[in-house]
């Protein structure tokens, strides 16, 4: 294994709406407790009026509880979309290269440059076919599996588990 891996981050559309689900949906129970959450405890308060004689009340409590999920869906999707359109991810734009060391992680792009020692990572998360690293909890980074230009998968996990604590490192691959 070399002691440097380069990650050439190819993202396109399918990248950008993987990640995007996994952040916001797959991150934290938020994304799915203010979807699912929100309208239940809607539809309970409509049943509740239907039972003490507010039928109006109760219809309004019911229809909140229906259209804000489909709502919330439908402006996430218009989102993504939007973004994926900004960034022209129609076809794979490389966006970053991400070299991992012993060090830590080194990222650069056309403009900028940033390193994070593996002591400041937040969390990293290895879900099929990609490695998400968060230097915060609002800042990650997508390492395609594919894009992996100088070692194979075990050697980039196994840099990885070498040099992260448990609690930084989640298993979610499921194959």
Known sequence: MDEKITVRSMIDQKVFWDFSNFSTFGLSWRGWGLLAGFPIFMIIMGIFNFCTDGFWLGIGFILVGIIYPITYLLYYRKTINAQVKKFNLA????????????????VTNATDTAFCAWD????????????????????????????????????????LTTHLSAAQWVERCKK
Do not use: M
């Not at 909890?137 to 840099?159: C, H, M, Q, W, Y």
């Open 91 to 106: 076809t794979a734009q490389n966006f970053y290269t991400c070299v991992l060391d012993t060090t830590g992680v080194h």
């Open 120 to 159: 400041k990572v937040w969390r990293c998360y290895h879900v099929p076919g990609y490695i998400y690293l968060f230097a915060a909890k609002t800042r990650g980074f997508i390492l395609p599996i594919v894009d992996i230009e100088n070692a194979s998968e075990a050697d980039l996990l196994a840099l």
